[in-house]
């Protein structure tokens, strides 16, 4: 073997080992009513900053809500009724940004039933 071709292989073999296990792991998913009841939490949290009138604030509020809810997985109908509650989100989240805060509230408490009917679907 020349040189060239030692060190391509030493080089391949240190860069194999620079790989952790947790860089190949799997990501550990949450169970459905775990995702639920965070996606609970953060949709309260959201109605309540609502009346601080701070529309930036809200907005990202419900922008977690909605990455949050991207976990949510289980089959076809499920991810299909999940993604029409997802649009409510979008459309709250729109409205905070336009300031207009009841209708983001009824767009959120929307949401939030749509997120609880969700486990008839599993």
């Given amino acids: 073997m020349s040189l ?14 620079g ?4 860089t ?5 998913k949450k169970s459905v009513p775990e995702v639920l ?3 609970d939490a953060k949709i309260q949290a959201a109605l309540d900053a609502i009346p ?7 907005a990202s509020l419900i922008k977690e809500v909605a990455e949050n ?3 949510l997985s289980a089959n076809y109908k499920f991810e299909f009724e999940r993604d029409k509650v997802v649009l409510k989100m979008k459309k709250a989240r729109e ?12 767009e959120l408490k929307e949401a939030r039933e749509g997120f609880a009917g969700l486990t008839k679907f599993q």
Wanted: hydrophobic share 50%; net charge positive; no cysteine.
């Fill in 69 to 71: 809810a991207s976990e």
């Fill in 95 to 106: 409205l905070a940004k336009k300031s207009d805060f009841a209708g983001a509230e009824q």
């Fill in 52 to 58: 601080s009138a701070d529309s930036a604030k809200v």
């Fill in 24 to 28: 190949l792991a799997k990501e550990v």
């Fill in 19 to 22: 790989f952790s296990g947790a």
């Fill in 4 to 17: 060239k071709k030692v060190f391509i292989a030493f080089t391949l073999f240190f860069s194999i080992l």
């Fill in 37 to 39: 009841k965070e996606v």
